[in-house]
Nanobody, 125 residues
């Protein structure tokens, strides 16, 4: 079983920055693709950013392009989400996910097998 633990969420003013971290443990392999998703109250979960196993290929949702950056440190089994120029509409619970059966970049949430508990991000206007 894979454990994913997110941290770094909090309350920030619009225009501010946060960096989320996700540490993987258990039966985790560095060959897994990783991703970040978010879910706001009353809304469906949505893809935020994804990264392949080596960190050489990334993608992000149009709503966060140019503001959020995903990266990973395989030596530390950690994936990061650097969030800049935050907006109130970025307020959500952010989840880290691992795709056990693919090393390539994954966008669809159905292909992720392991999920963290989430970390709350609140952006005030």
């Amino acid at each position: 079983q894979v454990q994913l633990v997110e941290s770094g969420g909090g309350l920030v003013q619009a225009g501010g920055s946060l960096r989320l971290s996700c540490v993987a443990s258990g039966r985790f392999s560095r060959s897994y693709a990783m991703g970040w998703f978010r879910q706001a109250p009353g809304k469906e979960r949505e893809f935020v950013a994804g990264i392949n196993w080596s960190g050489t290929n990334t993608d992000s949702a149009d709503s966060v392009k140019g503001r959020f950056t995903i990266s990973r440190d395989n030596g530390m089994n950690t994936v990061y989400l650097q969030m800049n120029s935050l907006k109130p509409e970025d307020t959500a619970t952010y989840y880290c996910a691992a795709a056990q059966y693919t090393a390539a970049l994954v966008v669809a949430d159905q292909r992720y097998d392991n999920w963290g508990q989430g970390t709350q991000v609140t952006v005030s206007s």
